[in-house]
C-alpha cells in the first residue's frame, strides 16, 4: 500500500461504512471555533457563549432528526464511547435489579466487547441468532428473557452486510418487559429514518464521520429518566453525565453534516439504492458464482456485500487497490485478521466463502460512470483470481466432462 504521494482524485471511494468524506460546508461550519470563537462553552462570559450556542444550537438539530428533546442529546467521542456508556453505564446503574443482558450476535466489536468486558463484573450475556438474511430471530430474543434481564442492545443497521433490523418490533418487546432498549444506529443515521418515540428507544448511539462529519464526535441519545451512570468524571459539562470540555469545532460539523443529510434524505436514499441495485444487477448479470449477503430489501440504502465463489476477498481487495479503488473485506476492524467475519458466520457463512466477500459501501457522492468501471474491474480481477485457483479450475474441468 502506498501512502506517500496518493492522489485523493484519482480514488473511488467506496468505503463509506468504515468513514465518509466530510463535507466542505463543515469544513467551514468548523472552522471559525479553532482560532476565532475559541472560547470554552462553560465560560460566563459573551465570547464563551459563543461556543456554548454552538452545542445548544446542535442538540437542537440533531433531537429534532430523531424525534427526542435536545437534553437528552449527550455529546461524545462517537460510536465507539456511545456504546461503551450505554452498555456499561445502565448495568451498572442497574445491577441491584439484575445482572443479565441481551444483545445479537452480529452487534460491532464496541457493542460487544462493552458486553463483554461486563462479564468480569459478574454480568451475564445473551447473544441472540439471526436468520441467514441477518434479521435478528425475535422469538430468541423473548425466550431469552428472564426476571434479571435489565437491557437489550439490537443495533439498528448492520454495518458488514447492511440487514436493517426491526427494532420497532424489539422495543415493543422492551417495553412490555420493561427492560431498557439501546440501539447502534451509527450506520442508521442519517441514511435512514429514525423515530426513538416510535421505535420505544431508551438509547442510541451516533457517529459523525459516518454521515459526512468529522472523526471523534458523536452523541447517545438518553430518554429523560433511564438509569445510567456519568460516563466520565470532572466538571458539570453535558448536564454532569459526561465530563471534558466539549468539542466544539466537532460539533459545528457534525451538526452541519446531519441537517444537510436529514434535510435531503429521501432524496440521497433514492440515489444510493438507485446506484446500488444497478450495480449489484450487473454484477449478478456478468460474474458468475456470487452471493448477496445480507437483505434484499430490507437493507441500508448504499450497502452491498458479495461473496465471489473460489475468490480470496484480500486478494480481491488488493487488485482492486491497484486500481486506486477503496472496498472493504468484512468490517474494517476485522479486515487486517484473518480470522472470518463473525457476521458473516452467523448468516450461515461457511469460512471459505466468507472469506470471498468483499464489501462496497457507496454514498450519493458516487457516480454511476464510477460504478462502471468499477464493475469492469471487478469482472477482470474476480477471472484473474479464479483462473488461479486451482479448486476453480477443477470445477471448471468437471464441468466440461459433463458436458
Ligand atoms: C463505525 C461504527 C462504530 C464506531 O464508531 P466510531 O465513531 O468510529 O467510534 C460503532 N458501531 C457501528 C455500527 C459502526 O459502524
Redesign the pocket.
Known amino acids: 500500500m502506498q501512502t506517500g504521494n496518493m492522489q485523493t482524485k484519482n480514488i473511488i471511494y467506496l468505503d463509506n461504512?468504515?468513514?465518509t468524506r466530510v463535507r466542505q460546508e463543515a469544513v467551514l461550519a468548523m472552522e471559525p471555533y479553532f482560532s476565532q470563537y475559541y472560547g470554552n462553552p462553560s465560560s460566563s462570559y459573551e465570547f464563551g457563549m459563543i461556543s456554548d450556542n454552538v452545542m445548544e444550537k446542535g442538540r437542537k438539530i440533531l433531537s429534532g432528526i430523531i424525534h427526542c428533546n435536545p437534553d437528552e442529546i449527550y455529546y461524545t467521542?462517537?460510536?465507539?464511547?456511545?456504546?461503551n456508556w450505554a452498555i456499561t453505564g445502565t448495568a451498572f446503574a442497574n445491577y441491584e435489579k439484575g445482572n443479565h443482558i441481551i444483545t445479537s450476535k452480529i452487534?460491532?466489536?464496541?457493542?460487544k466487547n462493552a458486553c463483554e468486558y461486563l462479564k468480569s463484573f459478574g454480568f451475564d450475556i445473551s447473544y441472540i441468532d439471526v436468520d441467514n438474511k441477518g434479521t435478528i430471530r425475535l422469538d430468541q430474543l423473548e425466550q431469552a428473557i428472564r426476571k434479571e434481564t435489565t437491557l437489550i442492545s439490537v443495533?439498528t443497521?448492520?454495518?458488514e452486510i447492511g440487514t436493517i433490523q426491526p427494532i420497532e418490533e424489539i422495543g415493543k418487546i422492551a417495553r412490555k418487559h420493561q427492560i431498557l432498549f439501546h440501539t447502534?444506529?451509527?450506520?442508521a443515521f442519517c441514511h435512514i429514518p429514525i423515530d426513538v418515540r416510535k421505535a420505544g428507544i431508551d438509547m442510541l448511539?451516533v457517529?459523525?464521520?459516518?454521515f459526512g462529519g468529522p472523526?471523534?464526535?458523536?452523541f447517545l441519545y438518553i430518554k429523560k429518566g433511564t438509569e445510567i451512570l456519568p460516563f466520565m468524571n470532572g466538571g458539570h459539562q453535558e448536564n454532569n453525565m459526561r465530563a471534558g470540555t466539549g468539542n466544539v469545532p466537532g460539533v459545528a460539523g457534525m451538526t452541519e453534516a446531519a441537517g444537510y443529510a436529514s434535510e435531503n434524505l429521501g432524496n440521497l436514499m433514492r440515489y444510493e439504492i438507485m446506484l446500488r441495485n444497478y450495480m449489484i444487477r450487473r454484477i449478478f448479470q456478468e460474474i458468475p458464482l456470487c452471493r448477496l449477503n445480507g437483505h434484499d430489501s430490507k437493507r441500508l440504502p448504499g450497502n452491498i456485500n458479495i461473496s465471489f465463489e473460489y475468490v480470496d476477498g484480500g486478494a480481491l481487495l488488493g487488485l482492486l487497490d491497484l486500481r486506486g479503488i477503496c472496498v472493504s473485506t468484512g468490517?474494517?476492524c476485522s479486515a487486517k485478521t484473518s480470522t472470518p467475519s463473525e457476521v458473516l458466520k452467523a448468516i450461515g457463512l461457511s469460512d471459505e466463502m466468507a472469506h470471498s466477500s468483499i464489501r462496497i459501501s457507496l454514498s450519493a457522492l458516487n457516480t454511476r460512470e464510477e460504478i462502471d468501471y468499477v464493475i469492469q474491474s471487478l469482472k477482470e480481477d474476480v477471472q484473474e483470481l479464479r483462473q488461479k485457483s486451482a479448486k476453480f479450475q477443477e470445477k471448471m474441468e468437471i464441468r466440461r466432462k459433463m458436458h
Do not use: C, I, L, R
Open positions: 461504512a468504515a468513514t467521542s462517537g460510536g465507539t464511547e456511545s456504546d452487534e460491532h466489536p464496541a457493542v443495533m443497521a448492520n454495518n447502534d444506529a451509527v450506520q448511539s457517529s459523525s464521520h459516518k472523526k471523534g464526535v458523536g468490517s474494517a
